[in-house]
T-cell receptor, first 114, second 116 residues
Framework: AQSVTQLDSHVSVSEGTPVLLRCNYSSSYSPSLFWYVQHPNKGLQLLLKYTSAATLVKGINGFEAEFKKSETSFHLTKPSAHMSDAAEYFCVVSEARNFNKFYFGSGTKLNVKP | GAVVSQHPSRVICKSGTSVKIECRSLDFQATTMFWYRQFPKKSLMLMATSNEGSKATYEQGVEKDKFLINHASLTLSTLTVTSAHPEDSSFYIC????????????FGEGSWLTVV
């Protein structure tokens, strides 16, 4: 069965320092992996996705994530945090055998300190 | 990415009345849309999968008669909360599935429902 674990419910960084948001998944089939960002009272915006091409995926706003099959991880990183990055981040997984199933992590709230 | 429009963004209704939320896929035809409910500081809870031209598939525990979903066209799905009660107050979000660039879902901006 599919599952997605976001290891940290809250992450706090200082502006200008690196960001690391962790996501581990379990999947029996070829997974597609996504990161979404949600600002307060807004919908979710797609940051980036992995769909079996390059394992290092670059997304919008300077974010990137690396698919590591051996570690079943898809951690989200950014070299330098900006105040506007403060939001909730969701890791999402789908698998090739069921296009209508998407599994959500519980979310990580990123706080950026000035 | 796809553009998804959700309307209204905020609505207040009285207990016992019904309210309709619309989800539109603006730049492609979506055979599948999803409706979620999000409680404060929580992840999204899938309520139902909306399929164009057929009945929606509801998740376990979601009342079909209370949360009516209609997907009459390839660009529009609606969620109607019938006989609303204060406990139905929540943030409702829709998403559309696009297979064009590797099975991806795109979300609307969400709708805040307050039942008074």
């Amino acid at each position: 069965a599919q599952s997605v674990t976001q290891l940290d419910s809250h992450v706090s960084v200082s502006e200008g320092t690196p960001v690391l948001l962790r996501c581990n998944y379990s999947s029996s089939y070829s997974p597609s992996l996504f990161w979404y960002v949600q600002h307060p009272n807004k919908g979710l915006q797609l940051l980036l996705k992995y769909t079996s091409a390059a394992t290092l995926v670059k997304g919008i706003n300077g974010f990137e994530a690396e698919f590591k099959k051996s570690e079943t991880s898809f951690h989200l990183t950014k070299p330098s945090a900006h105040m506007s990055d403060a939001a909730e981040y969701f890791c999402v997984v789908s698998e090739a055998r069921n296009f209508n199933k998407f599994y959500f992590g519980s979310g990580t709230k990123l706080n950026v300190k000035p | 990415g796809a553009v998804v429009s959700q309307h209204p963004s905020r609505v207040i209704c009285k207990s016992g009345t019904s309210v309709k939320i619309e989800c539109r896929s603006l730049d492609f035809q979506a055979t599948t849309m999803f409706w979620y409910r999000q409680f404060p500081k929580k992840s999204l809870m899938l309520m139902a999968t909306s399929n164009e031209g057929s009945k929606a598939t509801y998740e376990q525990g979601v009342e079909k008669d209370k949360f009516l979903i209609n997907h009459a066209s390839l660009t529009l799905s609606t969620l109607t909360v019938t006989s609303a009660h204060p406990e139905d107050s929540s943030f409702y979000i829709c998403s559309v599935r696009s297979g064009a660039s590797g099975n991806t879902i795109y979300f609307g901006e969400g709708s805040w429902l307050t039942v008074v």
